[in-house]
Nanobody, 122 residues
Framework: QVQLVESGGGLVQAGGSLRLSCAAS????????MGWFRQAPGKAREFVAA????????YYEDSVKGRFAISRDNAKNTVYLQMNSLKPEDTAVYSC???????????????WGQGTQVTVSS
């Protein structure tokens, strides 16, 4: 089992920045690829970003490329999502997930956090 706890969400004005953190405990964190997903009210969950176990490979959804950056610190068992130039359409609950392979589909991930709310005001 891997337990995941997100933090860092909040209310920010458009154009602002937030950094989300996801702290992992349980099995060896460095064995897992990590992903960030988000879900806005009334919408399906969507992929945001993913990172391989080593951090050597990263993937982004098109609308966040150049604005968001995913990173990880295996010594701290934590994955981060730096979000810059935030837009109102980024408003959602953001969840991190752990899986055996890095992927853009939620089906590839076995463990999920509870999520943290990000609200971007216009």
């Amino acid at each position: 089992q891997v337990q995941l706890v997100e933090s860092g969400g909040g209310l920010v004005q458009a154009g602002g920045s937030l950094r989300l953190s996801c702290a992992a405990s349980g099995r060896t964190f460095s064995n897992y690829a990590m992903g960030w997903f988000r879900q806005a009210p009334g919408k399906a969950r969507e992929f945001v970003a993913a990172i391989s176990w080593s951090g050597g490979s990263t993937y982004y959804e098109d609308s966040v490329k150049g604005r968001f950056a995913i990173s990880r610190d295996n010594a701290k068992n934590t994955v981060y999502l730096q979000m810059n130039s935030l837009k109102p359409e980024d408003t959602a609950v953001y969840s991190c997930a752990a899986g055996r392979i890095v992927a853009t589909t939620s089906l590839a991930y076995d463990y999920w956090g509870q999520g943290t709310q990000v609200t971007v005001s216009s």
